[in-house]
T-cell receptor, first 113, second 112 residues
Framework: GAVVSQHPSWVICKSGTSVKIECRSL??????MFWYRQFPKQSLMLMAT?????????EQGVEKDKFLINHASLTLSTLTVTSAHPEDSSFYIC?????????FGDGTRLSIL | SQQGEEDPQALSIQEGENATMNCSYK?????LQWYRQNSGRGLVHLIL?????REKHSGRLRVTLDTSKKSSSLLITASRAADTASYFC????????????FGTGTRLTVIP
């Protein structure tokens, strides 16, 4: 069935490192994917909408130069956290719309030391 | 903001009991979806109810939608320990935007 695969599931790295997270739609094509951030025991906050072949749409307050999004194909979107700092540590989740239902990846836990 | 709110924020019940969670939202919607999230994991889609539907069933799940009150409820019957998770409602906008707006979530604990 339709699945969204997110990789890696866990990243620990030093401050100043750039980290790339991949989101793939399996068995379906997704012209639009979504990137969320979730702090412990809180809800998901939409960061940006990734559009295949065009620029991503960022939510208010999200720095586009900090969180680079590339959606180069109908099955892959990437989020790169550039020059990551401890305050960027969080749980990042991607999703893709499969017709009406939105399906989610398993998330990436990012820890910046 | 279109973000919804779930009530209660936390719920603890004994295995076998029913669990009811409520969701309220602010704007007109096209559909409302319920998701489950186990700790540290992604979200699993449970059920979708469209704005012209009032009730929907899926296994032990029953969802209601009252668009006049802008509210929805999720009932889990005969709960199991494995139902322990956070449950979120998410609304799809009538404006045609593709993204979902999530509520604050209910943390359900089912005690075996």
């Amino acid at each position: 069935g339709a699945v969204v695969s997110q990789h890696p599931s866990w990243v620990i790295c030093k401050s100043g490192t750039s980290v790339k997270i991949e989101c793939r739609s399996l068995d379906f094509q997704a012209t639009t994917m979504f990137w969320y951030r979730q702090f412990p025991k809180q809800s998901l906050m939409l960061m940006a909408t990734s559009n295949e072949g065009s620029k991503a749409t960022y939510e208010q307050g999200v720095e586009k130069d900090k969180f680079l999004i590339n959606h180069a194909s109908l099955t892959l979107s990437t989020l790169t956290v550039t020059s990551a700092h401890p305050e960027d540590s969080s749980f990042y989740i991607c999703s893709a719309r499969d017709r009406v239902v939105v399906r989610f990846g398993d998330g990436t836990r990012l820890s910046i030391l | 903001s279109q973000q919804g709110e779930e009530d209660p924020q936390a719920l603890s019940i004994q295995e076998g009991e029913n669990a009811t969670m409520n969701c309220s939202y602010k704007t007109s919607i096209n559909n409302l979806q319920w998701y489950r999230q186990n700790s540290g994991r992604g979200l699993v889609h449970l059920i979708l109810i469209r704005s012209n539907e009032r009730e929907k069933h899926s296994g032990r799940l029953r969802v209601t939608l009252d668009t006049s009150k802008k509210s929805s409820s999720l009932l889990i019957t005969a709960s199991r320990a494995a139902d322990t998770a956070s449950y979120f409602c998410a609304t799809g906008s009538q404006t045609g935007a593709n993204n979902l707006f999530f509520g604050t979530g209910t943390r359900l604990t089912v005690i075996p």
